[in-house]
């Protein structure tokens, strides 16, 4: 029947693959693990270089899923800035003189946003270097920068360039490539044996949640987790068309007015965080939650008795992790999978949801325009 009862679509492929892939991203990390030391550590010898991660929509999330476990091992500050927003506002993306490292997320490379971006830090920044990765080096954000002084650019496995439109594989290769490059301690082979764990009952539980046939679906996490709630809304959205509404906050932020969406037709789905104090949050608002929907309607991923979250249904991610960032590319699995069922149940194609083309796998009708000289 597929890929683990997923079906045979590349994206359901992408999914199932990702296990598998994350060894070999680890080996792509070693194979220029030198001259990543290198731009690296030069960067960070002066304490004045922000740390900045960059990119569009997904891989606008992976900074913020990685940030926070990258800001504690590095002991400094990591920002995120969305390409879209350094190309919309470069001035409030470069506020002073320190030296910047980027690092830029492109699945493709070829989003007119990714190569603005950095051509605009470039120019306004007195001192940039640059870290690549990429899906696809052979796109023009690789081209580009391959070889230039002050960069480099890693070149990620093939597969996880996600020939579906949503993007996967890519996703999680490229957060668990940023986390490698900067020296933090993944145990590769553990978290792909957790993640075969839950593709392996993912099918089912997905399923479930496709057939209660909700209009929304809301994802709630604390820390690094909101930014995988994001990711998690987003594949909503684009696997099902909009037809699933996907909306995403974090545990304490949602009753500032986001509470405003839940209906009898929402599921809430809920990420606890691996840190105990994030976690007390995220049980609090599951809890309240079942209060308002009911416990058929609230989903907790993570390990949890379902009398701890008042109830509600729990999809279990186990393992032993160093972060919350790492256990979200386990956990994104059943964000992944359940999209997909929503999309199958809606009886949509997810590897081209959009074939009018009103919405695209590499985004289009965006106009570049001319930054003013001297600025």
Same mark, same amino acid.
């Given at each position: 029947?597929?890929?683990?009862?997923?079906?045979?679509?590349?994206?359901?492929?992408?999914?199932?693959?990702?296990?598998?892939?994350?060894?070999?991203?680890?080996?792509?990390?070693?194979?220029?693990?030198?001259?990543?030391?290198?731009?690296?550590?030069?960067?960070?010898?002066?304490?004045?270089?922000?740390?900045?991660?960059?990119?569009?929509? =997904?891989? @606008?999330?992976?900074?913020? #899923?990685?940030? &926070?476990?990258? !800001?504690?091992?590095? /002991? *400094? $500050? +990591?920002? =995120?800035? @969305?390409?879209?927003?350094? #190309?919309?506002? &470069?001035?409030? !993306?470069?506020?002073? /003189? *320190? $030296? +910047?490292?980027?690092?830029?997320?492109?699945?493709?490379?070829?989003? &007119?946003?990714?190569?603005?971006?950095?051509?605009?830090?470039?120019?306004?920044?007195?001192?940039?270097?640059?870290?690549?990765?990429?899906?696809?080096?052979?796109?023009?954000?690789?081209?580009?920068?391959?070889?230039?002084?002050?960069?480099?650019?890693?070149?990620?496995?093939?597969?996880?360039?996600?020939?579906?439109?949503?993007?996967?594989?890519?996703?999680?290769?490229?957060?668990?490539?940023?986390?490698?490059?900067?020296?933090?301690?993944?145990?590769?082979?553990?978290?792909?044996?957790?993640?075969?764990?839950?593709?392996?009952?993912?099918?089912?539980?997905?399923?479930?949640?496709?057939?209660?046939?909700?209009?929304?679906?809301?994802?709630?996490?604390?820390?690094?987790?909101?930014?995988?709630?994001?990711?998690?809304?987003?594949?909503?959205?684009?696997?099902?068309?909009?037809?699933?509404?996907?909306?995403?906050?974090?545990?304490?932020?949602?009753?500032?007015?986001?509470?405003?969406?839940?209906?009898?037709?929402?599921?809430?789905?809920?990420?606890?965080?691996?840190?105990?104090?994030?976690?007390?949050?995220?049980?609090?608002?599951?809890?309240?939650?079942?209060?308002?929907?009911?416990?058929?309607?609230?989903?907790?991923?993570?390990?949890?008795?379902?009398?701890?979250?008042?109830?509600?249904?729990?999809?279990?991610?186990?393992?032993?992790?160093?972060?919350?960032?790492?256990?979200?590319?386990?956990?994104?699995?059943?964000?992944?999978?359940?999209?997909?069922?929503?999309?199958?149940?809606?009886?949509?194609?997810?590897?081209?949801?959009?074939?009018?083309?009103?919405?695209?796998?590499?985004?289009?009708?965006?106009?570049?325009?001319?930054?003013?000289?001297?600025?």
């Amino acid at each position: 029947m597929g890929e683990r009862g997923l079906g045979t679509s590349w994206t359901a492929r992408e999914i199932g693959q990702q296990p598998a892939t994350w060894p070999r991203v680890a080996d792509a990390l070693r194979r220029v693990r030198a001259r990543v030391d290198g731009l690296v550590g030069a960067a960070l010898a002066d304490p004045a270089t922000r740390i900045v991660l960059t990119g569009a929509g =997904t891989s @606008a999330f992976i900074g913020e #899923v990685v940030a &926070p476990a990258l !800001a504690r091992h590095l /002991g *400094r $500050p +990591v920002e =995120t800035i @969305a390409t879209t927003d350094v #190309v919309a506002d &470069p001035r409030a !993306a470069v506020p002073d /003189g *320190r $030296p +910047v490292l980027l690092v830029s997320f492109a699945r493709s490379g070829n989003s &007119p946003e990714s190569l603005a971006a950095a051509e605009l830090l470039h120019r306004l920044t007195p001192r940039l270097r640059h870290l690549v990765i990429t899906c696809h080096p052979q796109g023009e954000l690789g081209a580009r920068w391959a070889g230039a002084d002050d960069a480099v650019v890693v070149a990620l496995p093939e597969e996880t360039h996600d020939r579906s439109f949503a993007m996967t594989s890519s996703f999680t290769g490229m957060a668990l490539a940023a986390l490698l490059a900067f020296g933090v301690d993944v145990d590769v082979a553990a978290m792909a044996r957790q993640a075969t764990a839950v593709l392996d009952g993912a099918a089912e539980r997905a399923s479930a949640i496709a057939g209660a046939k909700p209009d929304r679906l809301v994802y709630l996490g604390s820390g690094a987790l909101r930014g995988l709630a994001k990711e998690a809304a987003l594949k909503s959205l684009e696997l099902t068309r909009g037809q699933v509404v996907g909306i995403a906050d974090s545990s304490l932020g949602f009753r500032h007015g986001p509470k405003s969406v839940l209906d009898d037709r929402t599921i809430a789905v809920v990420f606890l965080s691996t840190d105990p104090y994030a976690r007390s949050y995220d049980v609090d608002i599951a809890r309240e939650l079942v209060q308002s929907l009911g416990t058929d309607r609230v989903v907790v991923v993570g390990e949890a008795e379902p009398a701890e979250c008042g109830g509600a249904q729990v999809w279990p991610v186990g393992g032993t992790y160093g972060s919350p960032s790492e256990w979200a590319l386990v956990a994104v699995i059943t964000a992944q999978t359940t999209a997909l069922a929503c999309s199958l149940a809606l009886d949509l194609t997810p590897d081209n949801p959009f074939p009018g083309g009103e919405v695209n796998r590499v985004v289009q009708g965006v106009v570049i325009h001319e930054f003013p000289e001297g600025e």
